[in-house]
């Protein structure tokens, strides 16, 4: 029922320059700022006598976190118009290709005396490489199966169908020859009935194998890379190295998955996204050496080191505070380039867009791939952060935390995002703690308030969310875009 | 409202008063609150009174370091009380050991969890003794000394059934038994028909179902009407009161190893039980309740010992723990940090009584580390 | 009959009675989908509403009057003028108010009949059978004026916006009453009071067997299906449906009443919701205030798979998908850990390859 909008038309006419860097002076301003605060904000030893605890530090940390999420399911959500209920599984595989890259991989065993582990940021590369050879590998064969299947229909419309119905048949078949013990018809061990996916996990298996020689974080190559740094900067570069791990794997799987999918509009695509989100969680809750739901502590060196304390926040601020800088930056600027025109112009009309020669399905995927990015490294900041987690904090819930934020930023407003996310990540703890800054002349039922408000927080979200839609539908926040044309529907 | 000085002793309890495991959580709650009470009602600890501050954890564990982060920074507790759930006490351990806050998980049965430490400590049984004795109970005395085909049947998604399907298959080996089948099923799901049909298929003498109450119930209900009969056997996340309604009485006859029984005629059994009803308008305390009635009286008294609120006198109290008398069992506390006590065995009752179902858990035996 | 024979029909019955329930479900998302070509998210959760009342209602808990009934009355009518402020800003239309002002009545009256049913339910002397069939009607009452309520304040308001805005309120609305019913009735899931059967088996032999329940359950399912597939094709109303969900504006200028074409789908949609709850838990006795999500995901995962507003498909498809989790537990090592992973890949599979769905029609790519 989306009506084409009359609205294409500006943007397209519009000058294609990039809008000047500093016209959003204030975005790099404010966060270098907060850069600057970081050792005020956590333990106070340079400006002693101001002493934030490490309560609000951790919101602190938690919101620049959450920056990175948000802004990056903005450029899915809101810029690029695909709605994606998939983000948490994004930053899952971010999360945990990080955290096991620098906990398997990058620390090498103590030299004598030395408690710390040296870091080893040639093994966390060498890990990282062999695991995404491995993703792009098998990635590429299932599109390539996929694409075989959907060529089939060039053949005969009913093809795909047909092949499906044949692959039923072939398991049907299977399954009655095992009950009668005389195994797969895949050639597979008689254990396994599925000669399907015997097949697929051989083939895994064997490109896996052939990457193994690139596993091993004591070989001679990882040792080489690592004796190339610099001592000082090996644990600079084992974080960057985890982070990076994380976001490229993230945007792989982000891709391998977005192609396809993508062809999906509007609410095909959430329910797909959702699903491979799902997918990705239970292929954790399975797998052995990512702990499984008994969760996956990180060894959280890289970023510890330093803090006498025991504090994370010092050394790690500029760090989570650095990636949400980029990710707002890279977002801004692929909002105001041509290709986030072409963009915005998609979602608003993917007819009219595709009639004045923009790569449509290239434009989704590209905006796919870099939200994906981002969302991995989010995750991995968020593993070294906690330095422990688990596949259940990865679930719908924490998608629709992330896209309650978005939409009530309103979508497409980057600014609006950031003013959500910070807003929402702080009601909790503010609510929490409001038995100290409520003052004393309030009467007493002004505290239960708060108390109920913060218990039934998620009731508060789901109202937000559905008025955001009924009154305002470019959401609560997003005051710069009122005059632009941006989303149809405002139509 | 500041730990220090002459004013109340400040500890922190961060429980999971909703999400998926709430039930646990306000139950431990009540319980270390009844001890509070207690307490308070007898002149309190040092000279002053105890205040016990909850955190809600939402069965989260980033929001449970976060809880355990206001608790320490926000609210200047001494001492930690918390969580019943292994994941999300692992979570938020680390943050009590660096701010050298002495944490004692009530009910955190996860091997992992004091390893975390010398600060973490636990008041209850880990799974590694859980998990033996239960296998060692189904080798010997469920059918007859004959129990030698043991199936298994997990939640593949919580953290505490994985870490006791591991423990007892290994014991089980061990003792010469075999695993005829391991299968799983997800938190929150209500049809385990399929996994239980294969299981028939295989003719255990009795299934392995280290879960959580809800889904155990429909399990045993869904067990007997496909017509398995041998006996199932589970963990302390049995405990509860709804077992024989939920299961259509199908749970009849299973048997699972506890904290404490609730028909233990000992005095301090029936007192905390008395109390506890009174307290909560009759509410049948369950495991978790007097394991947070237990750790609060421990905490309480390991300060006691120290003489003071510091971190570390309280740390080294507690380490030198010996037969304490708790509600639940006499606590040492062993040089890793975990509790030494006895563990429960129970057998469900579950009798119709006109159109309903009525549950008691029948004491078994009790084995002794 | 050998041993494996056996157990493969044994499988095949299970498989089939687990996707019977899918399709309870399922039809429901499917009719709302068909005309409204809207994934009513909240579907799920008016299926857990169901269970619910029907589980305060069956135990004579249902009583308006006291707390926390009191609170939730008082939460709902407050919820219900909020959105009708702004829904009355979104549609600028003073009719809206009239409107807002019956779904607040229907809504109360809904709740107070729930009230005196389960009052009338502390009069000895009733068979748990007739306490059940109370408790069903009190739930299809509350949850069909649920459905109207939902469908007025937070669905109509935007039928003209895009559709994603739609989904996301959606979203929000099944959010609203997973959290909301976590207020209002208590995070402690609770026994559903299942009558008890002497001998709850319909037929038994070797090792095959089939419930009495599983049976009541296939059978009204497949009833259900012919029901609607009447009502659909031979009734006014559901040429009028079908004339509506072909196309909206032709629709409206052929003279026939969308409001009430779409909210009568609604209300049918949650009326079996209910009874699906009633039914299921029955089959499951423990109810909480999460369990429509789950049930919910699987039961869209089927809707897509027969072909999403297709009723015959959502049946279809829901005992397909059914079976395929049985067979993937039964006949794979290891494969219950995937059961989950099992129909999200089929989601997956089936949405990339032919997102109509096994008889969906047309495809719904339209550009």
Not at chain 2, 261 to 282: E, M
Not at chain 3, 84 to 94: I, M, S
Request: positive net charge; charged residues 15%; glycine residues 10%.
């Amino acid at each position: 029922m989306s009506t084409p909008s009359s609205d294409v038309l500006p943007l397209l006419t519009r000058p294609s320059r990039f809008a000047p860097l500093w016209a959003n002076w204030w975005i790099p301003v404010a966060i270098g700022l907060l850069i600057l605060l970081a050792p005020w904000i956590e333990g106070g030893t340079p400006y002693a006598g101001v002493h934030w605890d490490k309560f609000w530090a951790r919101i602190t940390m938690l919101i620049g976190i959450n920056l990175t999420l948000a802004v990056s399911l903005q450029l899915i959500n809101g810029i690029a118009g695909q709605f994606s209920l998939g983000h948490a599984g994004f930053m899952a595989v971010g999360a945990y290709m990080g955290g096991y890259a620098v906990t398997a991989h990058g620390a090498a065993a103590p030299t004598d005396g030395d408690a710390v582990p040296w870091m080893n940021p040639g093994g966390a590369l060498l890990f990282v490489l062999a695991v995404l050879l491995v993703t792009a590998v098998s990635g590429l064969i299932a599109y390539g199966l996929y694409r075989a299947v959907r060529l089939l229909a060039r053949l005969h419309p009913k093809g795909p169908v047909a092949f499906m119905w044949l692959l039923l048949a072939w398991l049907a078949l299977d399954v009655m020859l095992k009950t009668k013990g005389v195994g797969g018809v895949g050639g597979g061990p008689a254990s396994n009935p599925l000669g399907a996916i015997n097949l697929l996990g051989l083939t895994i298996k064997t490109i896996g194998a052939s990457f193994t020689f690139l596993l091993d974080h004591s070989s001679p190559l990882a040792a080489l890379l690592t004796n190339s740094i610099p001592a000082s900067l090996r644990k600079p570069s084992t974080l960057i190295v985890s982070l990076l791990g994380g976001g490229t794997a993230a945007a792989i799987i982000g891709f391998v998955v977005g192609l396809p999918t993508l062809r999906l509009r509007g609410d095909y695509l959430a329910i797909a996204t959702l699903g491979v989100s799902e997918l990705i969680r239970t292929a954790i809750t399975n797998s052995e050496p990512l702990g499984r739901a008994t969760g996956f502590s990180v060894s959280t060196f890289a970023v510890e080191a330093d803090a006498s304390d025991g504090t994370l926040a010092t050394y790690y601020f500029p760090w989570v505070y650095g990636v949400a800088l980029l990710t707002i930056l890279i977002v801004w600027r692929i909002q105001h380039s041509p290709k986030g025109r072409a963009l915005q112009c998609l979602r608003e009309d993917e007819i009219a867009s595709s009639a004045v020669g923009i790569d449509v399905t290239g434009h989704k995927v590209m905006a796919f791939v870099i939200g994906a990015f981002l969302a991995g490294l989010g995750g991995s900041l968020f593993a070294h952060y906690d330095g422990y987690m688990n596949p259940k904090q990865f679930d719908m819930q924490r998608s629709i935390e992330l896209v309650v934020m978005v939409t009530l930023g309103g979508l497409g407003s980057v600014p609006g995002t950031i003013i959500a996310c910070l807003l929402l990540t702080l009601l909790q703890p503010t609510l929490q703690t409001s038995e100290q800054w409520m003052p004393h002349w309030m009467p007493h039922w002004t505290l239960s308030i708060t108390s109920f408000a913060n218990q039934y927080r998620l009731v508060i979200y789901a109202m937000l969310l559905i008025l955001a839609m009924l009154a305002r539908s470019r959401g609560w926040l997003n005051f710069r875009s009122r005059g632009q044309a941006t989303l149809a529907g405002t139509t | 409202m500041k730990g220090g000085g002459g004013g109340d002793i400040v500890i922190g309890h961060y429980a999971s008063l909703t999400g998926s495991t709430a039930v646990f959580g306000i139950s431990a709650d009540e319980g270390a609150r009844l001890a509070v009470d207690e307490l308070n009602g007898s002149g309190g600890v040092l000279g002053r009174k105890i205040k016990l501050v909850t955190e809600d954890t939402q069965s989260k564990p980033e929001e449970a370091v976060t809880a355990v982060q206001k608790l320490i920074n926000q609210d200047k507790v001494v001492a930690m009380l918390g969580e019943i759930a292994s994941n999300r006490s692992l979570a938020a351990a680390p943050i009590c050991q660096k701010a050298k806050i002495p944490m004692l998980s009530p009910a955190s049965t996860n091997p992992k969890v004091t390893k975390v430490g010398n600060y973490i400590f636990r008041a209850c049984f880990i799974d590694t003794f859980q998990g033996p004795v239960m296998a060692d109970f189904a080798m010997k005395s469920v059918n007859g000394p004959h129990a030698r085909k043991l199936a298994v049947f997990y939640d593949v998604k919580n953290d505490y059934s994985l870490g006791l399907r591991e423990v007892f298959i290994a014991r089980v080996k061990e003792l010469g038994g075999e695993i005829v089948a391991d299968e799983s099923f997800g938190e929150g799901d209500v049809d385990f028909r399929a996994q239980l049909n294969k299981i028939k298929a295989t003719n255990p003498d009795a299934i392995w179902v280290p879960g959580y109450y809800q889904e155990v119930a429909l399990i045993a209900g869904q067990a007997r009407q496909l017509g398995i009969t041998v006996p199932l056997l589970g963990g302390d996340g049995w405990d509860a009161d709804s077992l024989a309604k939920s299961s259509a009485g199908g749970i009849d006859g299973c048997f699972f190893s506890n904290h404490y029984a609730s028909d233990d005629k000992s005095p301090a059994v029936q007192k905390f039980i008395s109390t506890y009803k009174a307290k909560y308008n009759g509410k049948l305390p369950d495991a978790m309740a007097i394991l947070g009635y237990d750790s609060m009286l421990l905490m309480a008294d390991a300060i006691k010992r120290a003489g003071n609120t510091d971190g570390k006198a309280v740390r080294d109290a507690l380490a030198k723990t010996k037969d304490f008398a708790g509600a639940a069992g006499n606590i040492t506390i062993d040089k890793d940090r975990n509790a030494q006590k006895p563990i429960v065995v129970l057998r469900v009752v579950a009798k119709k009584v006109g159109d309903n179902f009525e549950q008691k858990f029948q004491y078994v035996e009790t084995v002794t580390p | 009959m050998p041993d494996w024979l056996q157990n493969l029909i044994q499988t095949l019955i299970l498989g089939l009675s687990t996707g019977a329930i899918y399709a309870l479900i399922a039809v429901g998302y499917t009719m709302v989908y068909g005309v409204l070509r809207l994934i009513n998210f909240a579907h799920g959760d008016v299926y857990m509403v169901g269970a619910m009342t029907a589980y305060f209602v069956g135990t004579s808990q249902f009583n308006v009057f006291a707390s926390p009934w009191y609170a939730s009355v008082l939460l709902i009518i407050a919820v219900g003028l909020t959105l009708a402020f702004f829904g009355l800003k979104a549609a600028k239309a003073p009719a809206v108010l009239i409107e807002v002002v019956r779904a607040l009545l229907i809504g109360a009256a809904a709740m107070i009949f729930g009230g005196l049913m389960s009052k009338l339910l502390t009069v000895s002397g009733i068979t748990p059978w007739a306490k059940i069939g109370v408790a069903l009607i009190a739930a299809m009452v509350i949850c069909g004026s649920l459905g109207f309520i939902i469908e007025l304040l937070a669905y109509r308001p935007l039928r003209k916006s895009p559709r994603i805005n739609s989904l996301i309120t959606a979203i929000g609305v099944s959010m609203l009453l997973m959290y909301g019913g976590q207020a209002v009735f208590g995070a402690t899931p609770r026994s559903f009071p299942a009558p008890i059967m002497a001998d709850p088996f319909l037929f038994k032999a070797g090792g095959i067997s089939i419930g009495k329940i599983d049976a009541l359950i296939i059978g009204v399912t497949f009833t259900l299906m012919l029901t609607l597939r009447h009502i659909v094709l031979n009734t006014r109303t559901g040429m009028a449906l079908r004339a509506v969900s072909f196309r909206f504006d032709t629709a409206a200028l052929m003279g026939i009443n969308i409001d009430r074409i779409i909210s009568f789908t609604f209300v049918l949609g949650s009326v079996l919701a209910a009874a699906a709850g009633v039914l299921i838990a029955l089959m499951y006795p423990s109810v909480n205030p999460l369990m429509g999500l789950m049930m919910g995901l699987k039961a869209f995962v089927a809707a897509v798979l027969g072909g999403i507003g297709n009723i015959a498909g959502a049946v279809l498809g829901a005992i397909l998908l059914g079976i395929t989790e049985a067979l993937v537990v039964t006949y794979i090592d290891g494969g219950s850990q995937w059961r989950d992973g099992v129909a999200f890949a089929i989601l997956v599979a089936i949405l990339l390859l032919k997102p109509s769905g096994l008889l969906g029609g047309k495809t719904v790519e339209k550009v």
